[in-house]
């Protein structure tokens, strides 16, 4: 599976839009780009997942360049229930382990 | 619907005994797999179970073993513990048999502490 790289961390100020970007340059074409964010302490938590296609779903937009090298996880009005470790993850189809880096730990600022 | 269970929540041992940690899946998922994170560091993969069997293995000692059973659930099993070994250890479930892109979920933990 390809490694990815992320800011370590990051800030936003709540009620605007938090951009995650990554990068996973070696990125294969049966490769999947999942999201996971952890709050302190818990279980991971599934964001969001796509293969080449811009994602969206009920908790954020997944925004995929055209090469697949890059990607930037949007979540559009950022709480503060949303300060967490957020993991970009390049995993290969199904079934397959996760490799977790050390991730962004994004700091949403009242 | 239960998501994915752990037991127990916080454990405490000595240096050199074994440990048993338990996972019920998400109902409806096959699969089971074991990370350990320690403070600090995102989760590592420890192995993982379907159909009974492990199907994969990260880079960790034959002190750590698993078990899956008939009815999904498993079990990690941690032999003569060492310090290092305290971390928040982790299941996640998912279902391998329908063949498409599988979203693994997670459980709490068990949080692991060797004196």
């Known amino acids: 599976d390809a490694k990815t790289t992320q800011p370590p961390s990051m800030d936003c100020a709540e009620g605007r839009a938090a951009n995650l970007p990554c990068n996973h340059s070696t990125i294969s074409g049966n490769e999947y780009v999942y999201w996971y964010r952890q709050i302190h302490s818990q279980g991971p938590q599934y964001i969001i997942h796509g293969l080449k296609n811009n994602e969206t779903n009920e908790m954020a937009s997944l925004i995929i360049t055209e090469d697949r090298k890059s990607s930037t996880l949007i979540l559009p009005h950022a709480t503060l229930r949303d300060t967490a470790v957020y993991y970009c993850?390049?995993?290969?189809?199904?079934?397959?382990?996760?490799?977790f880096g050390t991730g962004t730990s994004l700091t949403v600022i009242p | 619907d239960a998501g994915v269970t752990q037991s127990p929540t916080h454990l405490i041992k000595t240096r050199g005994q074994q440990v048993t940690l338990r996972c019920s899946p998400k109902s409806g998922h096959d699969t089971v797999s074991w990370y350990q994170q320690a403070l600090g560091q995102g989760p590592q993969f420890i192995f993982q179970?379907?159909?009974?069997?492990?199907?994969q293995r990260g880079n960790f000692p034959d002190r750590f073993s698993g078990h899956q059973f008939p009815n999904y659930s498993s079990e990690l099993n941690v032999n003569a513990l060492l310090l290092g070994d305290s971390a928040l250890y982790l299941c996640?479930?998912?279902?391998?048999?329908?063949?498409?892109?599988?979203?693994?979920?997670f459980g709490p933990g068990t949080r692991l502490t060797v004196t």
């Open positions: 993850i390049v995993r290969f189809y199904t079934g397959n382990q996760f490799y």
């Open positions: 179970y379907y159909e009974e069997e492990e199907r």
């Open positions: 996640a479930s998912s279902f391998l048999s329908g063949g498409a892109p599988d979203e693994q979920y």
